[in-house]
């Protein structure tokens, strides 16, 4: 049977203004009928009810686009290998969404159903061989060892990690980890850095305000002890088939990935320039400066230009990152990459088309940032 995208879309839209009864009617019915499935879930699910919902908007609006659909349900099965999430799961899965979309959907009817059935089982099936490709190689998860944890202010941290068996990666992708503290509890943190020989990675991790694992790899995490990592997720990795100079624009924490390209783009060997703008309220929220000095030393044509937006007594460049754009050369002959917070990546975008650099060379992890700090979790 094939896809019907306008009437799964239009079944969608009646039922996102109930969206939050919906998903609380989904994880009661899929529990009560399948209590053992309990145990595949975070304690909380609060969060966990919000990643549902946010992932299933996100597959319903990419159904007309097959190869972007495609590439979305494969990497979450592969990610939900990690929390025991099998091919026998997904029978249960199905008839709890089924029934939901049922009970709340507006005008139900037997072709509605037809097409919302149709359109679970094509994804469970991508999903489901997804993950057999990637258990075929890879395990769920890797063990990792804390080789070293560094607070860089008081609530941010730097840590290096030794996994147990090679972890592959791209510069520009991120891994989730789980702690011991909470169980099933997984969040995503970007490697700060191209792969390295060693195979050590570096996550920069920002404790944010109830945020359980990044609190816990803040404050409670020492050398030596030990983390879960999932496999390496994201898209925003350089185009191997352009060569041309690079902006690379960061806020807070989303500077991992951009230092991760930024050393990617010099192992390459390519000759090409790359502008690495760091945003940052204060001289002292930019954490990472002097391990960036020391890179821009090494790289012949790398320029970091640290920009500051509440600091009167700062000495370079002030201002938001979105408002500053302007006083450089134009950005139009370069790939840009773009990473922070939900407003600063927006706004940075915005300022980029203003200025005419084309969209198409405009990369972000935007789905990524709006999701908060979660993580992709089972349905």
Same mark, same amino acid.
């Given at each position: 049977?094939?896809?019907? =995208?306008?009437?799964?879309?239009?079944?969608?839209?009646?039922?996102? #203004?109930?969206?939050? /009864?919906?998903?609380?009617?989904?994880?009661?019915?899929?529990?009560?009928?399948?209590?053992?499935?309990? *145990?595949?879930?975070? #304690?909380?699910?609060?969060?966990?009810?919000?990643?549902?919902?946010? $992932?299933?908007?996100?597959?319903?609006?990419?159904?007309?686009? +097959?190869?972007? @659909?495609?590439? %979305?349900?494969?990497?979450?099965? !592969? *990610?939900?290998? /990690?929390?025991? &999430?099998?091919?026998?799961?997904?029978?249960? @899965?199905?008839?709890?969404?089924?029934?939901?979309?049922?009970?709340?959907?507006?005008?139900?009817? +037997?072709?509605?159903?037809?097409?919302?059935?149709?359109?679970?089982?094509?994804?469970?099936?991508?999903m489901t061989a997804a993950a057999e490709r990637d258990g075929a190689h890879a395990p769920p998860w890797w063990v990792a060892e804390v080789a070293a944890h560094e607070r860089r202010t008081h609530d941010l941290a730097v840590l290096t990690l030794r996994p147990d068996r090679p972890l592959p990666f791209a510069a520009g992708q991120y891994?989730? &980890?789980q702690t011991a503290r909470w169980p099933r509890v997984w969040r995503p943190f970007s490697a700060a850095g191209a792969p390295r020989p060693d195979g050590l990675l570096r996550l920069h991790v920002r404790a944010v305000p109830g945020g359980w694992v990044s609190g816990a790899l803040v404050r409670h995490t020492r050398p030596g002890d030990?983390?879960?990592?999932?496999?390496?997720?994201?898209?925003?990795?350089?185009?191997?088939?352009?060569? !041309?100079? @690079? @902006?690379?624009?960061?806020?807070?924490?989303?500077?991992? =990935?951009? /230092?991760?390209? $930024?050393?990617?783009? $010099?192992?390459?060997?390519?000759?090409?320039? &790359?502008?690495?703008?760091?945003?940052? %309220?204060?001289?002292?929220?930019?954490?990472?400066?002097?391990?960036?000095?020391?890179?821009?030393? $090494?790289?012949?044509?790398? %320029?970091? &230009? =640290?920009?500051?937006?509440?600091?009167?007594?700062?000495?370079?460049?002030?201002? *938001?990152? =979105?408002?500053?754009?302007?006083?450089?050369?134009?950005?139009?002959?370069?790939?840009?990459?773009?990473?922070?917070?939900?407003?600063?990546?927006?706004?940075?975008?915005?300022?980029?088309?203003?200025?005419?650099? +084309?969209?198409?060379?405009?990369?972000?992890?935007?789905?990524?940032?709006?999701?908060?700090?979660?993580? #992709?979790?089972?349905?």
């Amino acid at each position: 049977m094939s896809l019907e =995208p306008r009437i799964i879309k239009e079944s969608f839209a009646s039922i996102e #203004p109930v969206a939050d /009864k919906a998903v609380h009617y989904f994880y009661g019915r899929l529990f009560a009928e399948n209590p053992r499935l309990r *145990a595949l879930f975070p #304690p909380a699910m609060d969060a966990q009810r919000d990643r549902l919902l946010h $992932a299933l908007t996100e597959i319903v609006w990419s159904l007309d686009s +097959p190869e972007s @659909l495609a590439g %979305r349900l494969g990497g979450l099965g !592969r *990610a939900h290998r /990690k929390y025991g &999430v099998r091919r026998e799961h997904y029978p249960a @899965l199905g008839s709890a969404l089924i029934a939901t979309l049922r009970e709340f959907s507006d005008d139900w009817n +037997p072709e509605t159903e037809a097409a919302w059935t149709a359109a679970y089982r094509r994804a469970a099936d991508l999903m489901t061989a997804a993950a057999e490709r990637d258990g075929a190689h890879a395990p769920p998860w890797w063990v990792a060892e804390v080789a070293a944890h560094e607070r860089r202010t008081h609530d941010l941290a730097v840590l290096t990690l030794r996994p147990d068996r090679p972890l592959p990666f791209a510069a520009g992708q991120y891994v989730t &980890v789980q702690t011991a503290r909470w169980p099933r509890v997984w969040r995503p943190f970007s490697a700060a850095g191209a792969p390295r020989p060693d195979g050590l990675l570096r996550l920069h991790v920002r404790a944010v305000p109830g945020g359980w694992v990044s609190g816990a790899l803040v404050r409670h995490t020492r050398p030596g002890d030990t983390v879960l990592l999932g496999p390496a997720l994201g898209a925003m990795a350089l185009d191997p088939d352009s060569d !041309r100079d @690079l @902006l690379l624009v960061a806020g807070g924490t989303g500077l991992a =990935p951009l /230092k991760a390209l $930024a050393e990617q783009a $010099a192992a390459d060997g390519a000759d090409r320039r &790359v502008h690495l703008l760091v945003g940052a %309220r204060t001289e002292r929220d930019l954490y990472d400066l002097p391990d960036l000095r020391l890179l821009e030393s $090494a790289r012949p044509g790398l %320029r970091v &230009v =640290p920009v500051v937006s509440d600091d009167p007594d700062f000495q370079g460049v002030r201002g *938001a990152v =979105p408002d500053v754009l302007d006083r450089f050369d134009g950005w139009d002959g370069h790939d840009v990459y773009v990473a922070g917070p939900t407003p600063m990546v927006r706004r940075t975008v915005q300022a980029l088309q203003e200025l005419g650099t +084309p969209l198409e060379r405009v990369h972000h992890d935007l789905l990524e940032a709006e999701r908060n700090g979660s993580a #992709p979790a089972p349905f």
